[in-house]
Antibody, heavy 115, light 110 residues
Framework: EVQLVESGGGKVQPGGSLRLSCAAY????????MHWVRQGPGKGLVWVSR????????YYADFVKGRFTISRDTAKNTLYLQMNSLRVEDTAVYYC????????WGQGTLVTVSS | QSALTQPASVSGSPGQSITISCTGT?????????VSWYQQHPGKAPKLMIF???KRPSGVSNRFSGSKSGNTASLTISGLQAEDETDYYC??????????FGGGTKVTVL
């Protein structure tokens, strides 16, 4: 079955770090652009980051530049989002999504930044 | 980038048609044929409904259609049904490798 499964969310203190994972099943990450999108509690969708299938290009929203890093492991067919210097306002459900059409989404993983 | 502008809510009676607007700028919506629309039920992941302004993925009802004029894209739901009551988001390529979503619209079936 073609699907994306996120993991790695949890509660962390402000200034802390967390690494999210997104395992892909039924297709190859190396053939697709992949994205991270987040949704704060009761809020709308917000684009976070994007990576080219071969990993050669990455892009970030201004509010995460210098703090978050997107990457992927083709051997594990898994997408990652390394989040450092976390802020309270980074609290959200984080989704991974496939292609520039966002045609396939994972179920999301909740990140809570709180002291 | 600033979020695309969507109405907070739109409502209609069963069987009617409604249209949700999505207003951007000449730097995003107006520059690329890359507007997409998503349906999101509470607690669920978004689902792609329209891509490249007006194309419908396989499996999406033909009651959903997309269009665009200038800096404003639109999603029309015809023959409104109870199951259509939920949140909808637009999204556009914004240049320089970045993307931007709208603030979301809650559709209510009266």
């Amino acid at each position: 079955e073609v699907q994306l499964v996120e993991s790695g969310g949890g509660k962390v203190q402000p200034g802390g770090s967390l690494r999210l994972s997104c395992a892909a099943y039924g297709f190859s990450l190396s053939s697709n652009w992949m994205h991270w999108v987040r949704q704060g509690p009761g809020k709308g969708l917000v684009w976070v980051s994007r990576i080219k299938g071969d990993g050669s290009s990455t892009y970030y929203a201004d509010f995460v530049k210098g703090r978050f890093t997107i990457s992927r492991d083709t051997a594990k067919n898994t997408l990652y989002l390394q989040m450092n210097s976390l802020r309270v306002e980074d609290t959200a459900v984080y989704y991974c999504a496939r292609t520039d059409y966002f045609d396939l989404w994972g179920q999301g993983t909740l990140v809570t930044v709180s002291s | 980038q600033s979020a695309l502008t969507q109405p907070a809510s739109v409502s209609g009676s069963p069987g009617q048609s409604i249209t949700i607007s999505c207003t951007g700028t000449s730097s995003d919506v107006g520059s690329y044929n890359l507007v997409s629309w998503y349906q999101q039920h509470p607690g669920k992941a978004p689902k792609l409904m329209i891509f490249e302004d007006s194309k419908r993925p396989s499996g999406v009802s033909n009651r959903f259609s997309g269009s665009k004029s200038g800096n404003t894209a639109s999603l029309t739901i015809s023959g409104l049904q109870a199951e259509d009551e939920t949140d909808y988001y637009c999204c556009s390529y914004a240049g320089s490798g970045s993307w931007v979503f709208g603030g979301g619209t809650k559709v209510t079936v009266l």
